[in-house]
């Protein structure tokens, strides 16, 4: 696991997330744990380093 921290597209807080280095690409939906609003995270890593990452508002 690998701590990662990021900037909520919503709300602009700085959030902590952890992320499994064992899962090559990841693509899912979060939601902000201060604004709730949902954030679809993007998470690309190779031999256990993290080398893409993304983290977009979606629109409600």
């Known amino acids: 696991m690998l701590e990662c921290f990021f900037q909520c597209p919503h709300c602009w807080e700085e959030i902590s997330m952890l992320l499994d280095t ?3 690409h990841q693509k899912y939906i979060e939601d902000c744990e201060v604004c709730c609003n949902p954030v679809e995270l993007e998470v690309t890593f ?6 893409g990452f993304s983290a977009n508002s979606i629109g409600q």
């Open 22 to 24: 064992s899962v090559r």
């Open 46 to 51: 190779q031999d256990g380093e993290l080398i």
